[in-house]
């Protein structure tokens, strides 16, 4: 190969300098510097690109990283632009299978091997491309590749859709159909144990619902459930609806004695003025420990008051109805909040067993009639605004034993 070309000024140094360039392999691909010929002293740039079926991977000779900028150009530079081939890969039909190429990137003159894998309900039937026949493998690779695995359906392909449930015997979970056929669409459903109420899907599907569409390979669904009841209540008037009840707390082995646990009418009358509109929700946990357990019951209807009925206090001999304090009872909208302790105020047994028993419910205040004529300024609490009580004219004020919003 002759030598650069120097362009030279009379009995004085070159006043500029030829670059000269390379690719390798031929043909794959182009490098160009900037500015070219380089004036004495100066400072050019390179700049490669692939051709088709190429991957730049970088220069050498008088530059050697993925980027060349030579300055105080003294002398005649050579630069290569280095490329190797790229393997194309593809499947036929889309869903048959899976087709992958050791290594992903072949250095020019290096070894590549290709293996198809078939999805359940077809069948390899071999590469076409730069390959043939079952086998995929090639020495030295010096030009890019195209390979294609190809696969046949073996009768109607089917997919499973493959159902679990967190944690492990909290319910189930049910996808129509199951196998799916390929294309087809799926819908999947999960039905708590009793003690356990849904919570969420994940895996294949995310959040309340599960539907599946355009299935081509098989899927993962998860139910999540979480300690809960659910029942009908039993109100003094009016229809029933349905209530659910979910806590958090109490240890690892805290959960719901469905036989024992259930929404129930009122246990006795209640003090004058109050009403139980929608019952009461009567619950037994097992296997709790000492930490506090925050009980949420979500009612049909909005609620005013939360109301206990049981032993008030160690002492006590009877069940009656009282209030928890108000770091323990709260209501909002149509939820009822009581934070319990085994053993502890609001634990009917007042026993340190492992069990925590409760029967509470939704208060609200009812008209007692009119008991009288008030004087202005002067009225009894709760009779009006005059006796500055929380309630209407003809209210009876709370209770003792409600606790109201």
Known sequence: MPPP?????????ASAHQIVTWVRPN??????????????????????????????????????????????VTTAKQVTANFDPVVTTSVNPTGGGTVSCSPKQVSYGYPVVCTAVANPGYVFKGFSGSCSGDTCSRTSVTAPMTVTANFAAVGPVWHSINTSVSPTGSGAVTCTP??????????????PNPGYVFDRFDGACNGNT??????????????HFKPGFTGTTVPSGGAAGTAVATFTGGGPTCAFDPARTAFDAAPAPLPPGQTLPQGIFRFVLKGCDATEVTMKV?????VAGVIKYGKASKAATADTYFTLPDAQAQVSDHT??????????????????????DPHGPIVAKPLGCIGHARSGAGPRGAGPAGGGRGGAGLAPAAPGVKSR
């Not at 004495?40 to 700049?47: C, P, V």
Request: aromatic fraction near 6%.
């Open 336 to 357: 009822t909040t009581v934070v319990l302790r085994d053993g502890q105020l609001g634990d009917n047994d007042r026993a340190v067993k492992g069990e925590i028993v």
């Open 5 to 13: 070309e120097v362009v030279a000024t009379p009995n004085g140094p």
């Open 210 to 223: 599960c539907d599946l569409s355009d299935v081509t390979a098989p899927r993962n669904v998860v139910a």
């Open 298 to 302: 979500t009612w049909p209807q909005p």
């Open 178 to 191: 199951n196998p799916v056929p390929h294309g087809y669409n799926a819908s999947c459903t999960a039905s």
């Open 27 to 72: 043909a794959s691909g182009a490098v160009s510097c900037t500015p070219h010929p380089v004036p004495h002293g100066g400072s050019t740039h390179y700049t490669a690109s692939a051709n088709p079926g190429y991957i730049f991977t970088g220069f050498f000779q008088d530059c050697a990283n993925k980027t060349c900028d030579l300055t105080n």
